[in-house]
């Protein structure tokens, strides 16, 4: 939703949510994740849940070939369905009638389901996980209706890591910490610039051509031109985070706004132009 966005990706060695705490140090604003318990470290930030993960424990909990009629799980996609329908006709609307619309057509859809897994009782396997997911991320799943500027979903983190995910299935190891925190930064530059749809090369030119020389005047300045913003920023202490955990990557989603923006030559985006900050 935001005209900028930044990818970043961090290796620590082990998904702890202590690593998560310091990343996330003097973070305020909303905290986009599945329901992995680490994340309960970072008490500053509000969390708020995934209906994408919640929409994937009951696909799991769905026998082949079953319906609503026949498997209380099919219901619970349903109703996933039916709240991502909506999110669909609201996608363009301006935040605050957006809100406005969510309090109004997605919050009894919300109050329907909390009713019906009220019904189901003494449920066994992957239904049983099912249901203790919802019943535990209740409060986090809802806190999409008190703020217009989340998603209701981390999808687009889940969509930024796979590449990664993938590629390390092939390579397997990292060989040295050194190595994954390289290939961190790697995918930091490169998934950054396809966020903003800026053409690779001309990104990595231009970011090799003015770093040398902004790292020597003012290593501080060098670290804003890789992440547009610093990390102490008021800014980025209150916009949402979206997050997600690997064993060798935390992955998060910062807009910063218009203002924060410094001139600098032209990138190419999609065939045109563009004026664009060094952090571009």
Request: aromatic letters at 10%; charged letters at 25%; one cysteine or more.
């Amino acid at each position: 939703r935001a005209d900028i966005q930044l990818r970043c990706f961090e290796y620590r060695e082990s998904r702890s949510g202590k690593w998560a705490k310091t990343f996330l140090e003097g973070f305020s604003g909303v905290l986009i994740t599945d329901g992995y318990s680490g994340y309960n470290k970072v008490q500053e930030a509000e969390r708020a849940g995934c209906w994408a993960h919640m929409r994937r424990k009951w696909l799991e909990a769905t026998p082949e070939g079953a319906d609503a009629k026949t498997c209380k799980a099919t219901e619970g996609y349903a109703f996933y369905n039916r709240l991502f329908e909506l999110e669909h006709q609201f996608e363009k609307l301006p935040e605050e009638k957006s809100l406005i619309q969510r309090r109004e057509r997605s919050a009894p859809v919300l109050e329907a389901y909390r009713k019906w897994l009220n019904t189901i009782s003494r449920p066994t396997g992957k239904l049983k996980d099912a249901v203790t997911y919802a019943q535990n991320q209740k409060a986090h799943l809802c806190a999409f209706l008190e703020h217009s500027e989340i998603e209701i979903s981390n999808n687009q983190v889940e969509n930024a890591i796979r590449p990664f995910v993938v590629g390390r299935k092939g390579w397997l190891f990292a060989d040295t910490p050194q190595g994954a925190e390289a290939s961190a930064i790697i995918y930091s530059l490169m998934k950054t610039a396809k966020a903003n749809s800026l053409r690779l090369d001309d990104y990595l030119l231009h970011l090799l051509s003015i770093l040398p020389d902004v790292a020597a005047r003012t290593p501080c300045h060098a670290a804003r031109v890789l992440c547009h913003a610093s990390k102490s920023s008021e800014y980025a202490k209150s916009r949402p985070f979206y997050a997600t955990s690997g064993f060798l990557i935390y992955t998060l989603f910062t807009p910063f706004p218009a203002s924060d923006r410094r001139s600098s030559p032209p990138l190419h985006r999609r065939g045109r132009t563009v004026p664009c900050s060094p952090s571009l």
